[in-house]
């Protein structure tokens, strides 16, 4: 359940900041398959993909983290 809140609000900020699933990987480093895992909940992110992913995304991992 939480890799899949991971996922959702990862997905969210990445089409707010305009990137598709092709661009965005490509910037942080992974294949557009990893991407989709993490997207769908499939896989959870470690934390040197949260690192990258907030980095990229101009925002804090705090912003990135599953609302209770």
Excluded: H, Y
């Amino acid at each position: 359940m939480e890799a899949e809140k991971w996922g959702r609000r990862i997905r969210a900020f990445r089409k707010l900041k305009g990137f598709t699933q092709e661009s965005f990987a490509k910037n942080i480093g992974i294949s557009v398959s990893i991407l989709g895992e993490v997207e769908r909940g499939n896989r959870t992110p470690s934390e040197e993909l949260l690192n990258e992913v907030a980095k990229v995304l101009n925002v804090t991992v705090d912003d990135l983290a599953p609302k209770e």
